[in-house]
């Protein structure tokens, strides 16, 4: 009867081992599961700033090249402007000149 007692209890014994290796295995895959949705987290969190930082360099560099090209084509017409009135002095000269040649100083 004592040995049959002994099996009995060794029986119990491997029965609650594997009942608590299977209790920390489901903890240790719990545990993985968690620690992979924070990463996941932590990762699309990143994924999202750096996004974000690299829209906002982008915009910053857009708008220094709107303003750049904003201010070229400024002095452009600036000097365009220029450059029509003093061609157009110039033309009225020489209309005024031809003039006079053609009639004299009447």
């Known amino acids: 009867m004592n040995?049959?007692?002994?099996?009995?209890?060794i029986e119990q014994a491997a029965k609650e081992?594997?009942?608590s290796f299977d209790?920390?295995?489901?903890?240790?895959v719990d545990q993985t599961e968690q620690k992979i949705s924070e990463m996941k987290e932590t990762i699309e969190s990143d994924l999202q700033e750096y996004q974000n930082e690299q829209n906002l360099a982008t915009e910053k560099k857009l708008d220094?090249?709107?303003q750049q090209l904003q201010k070229e084509t400024s002095e452009?017409?600036?000097a365009l402007k220029s450059n029509y009135h003093t061609?157009?002095?110039?033309l009225v000269?020489?209309?005024i000149e031809e003039v006079m040649k053609q009639y004299g100083n009447s």
């Open 17 to 19: 081992l594997e009942a």
């Open 64 to 66: 220094q090249l709107k």
């Open 76 to 78: 452009e017409m600036d």
């Open 3 to 9: 040995t049959i007692d002994e099996v009995k209890r």
């Open 87 to 90: 061609k157009k002095d110039q």
């Open 93 to 95: 000269d020489i209309v």
């Open 23 to 28: 209790d920390k295995m489901k903890e240790m």
